[in-house]
C-alpha cells in the first residue's frame, strides 16, 4: 500500500523560497510508470497542479508556476521535493503530492494522495 507524506514549513516570508518534500512509502518512485505530482489548494479555490516528476527523473511543470518551481528527487530516500520561490501571500495554500499514470492529468485519475500539508505566506 502506497503511502505519501507531505512535510515543510507552515509559514513563510513573501519573496522567500520555500522547500516541501514528499515521502513515500509502500513503493519505489522510480517504479515504471508512475509520475509524482504536486497539487495545491489556495483559500476558496480549486486544486492547482504544479508539477511533476515522473519515474524516470524527468520533470514537469505548469507553464504558470515554471519560473518559480523546481522539483527534484532523492531516490535513496524515496522521496521528491518541491521548492518554490520568490512567493507572495497568493501562494498560501494546502500543498498535496500525488501519484498518477502521468503528469497534470485530471484530478480523478490521482489515486494516491498525501494527507496534505498547509502553507501561509504572510510577513
Known amino acids: 500500500q502506497v503511502q505519501l507524506q507531505e512535510s515543510g514549513p507552515g509559514l513563510v516570508k513573501p519573496s522567500q523560497t520555500f522547500s516541501l518534500t514528499c515521502s513515500v512509502s509502500?513503493?519505489?518512485?522510480?517504479?515504471?510508470?508512475?509520475?509524482w505530482n504536486w497539487i495545491r489548494q489556495a483559500p476558496g479555490k480549486g486544486l492547482e497542479w504544479m508539477g511533476a516528476i515522473g519515474y524516470s527523473g524527468r520533470t514537469y511543470y505548469s507553464p504558470s508556476l515554471k519560473s518559480r518551481t523546481s522539483i527534484s528527487r532523492d531516490t535513496a530516500k524515496n522521496q521528491f521535493t518541491l521548492q518554490l520561490s520568490s512567493v507572495t501571500a497568493e501562494d498560501t495554500a494546502v500543498y498535496y503530492c500525488?501519484?498518477?499514470?502521468?503528469?497534470?492529468?485530471?484530478?480523478?485519475?490521482?489515486?494516491?494522495w498525501g494527507q496534505g500539508t498547509q502553507v501561509a505566506v504572510s510577513s
Open positions: 500525488a501519484r498518477a499514470l502521468g503528469p497534470g492529468v485530471g484530478i480523478p485519475n490521482y489515486l494516491k
Open positions: 509502500g513503493g519505489s518512485i522510480t517504479t515504471n510508470y508512475f509520475f
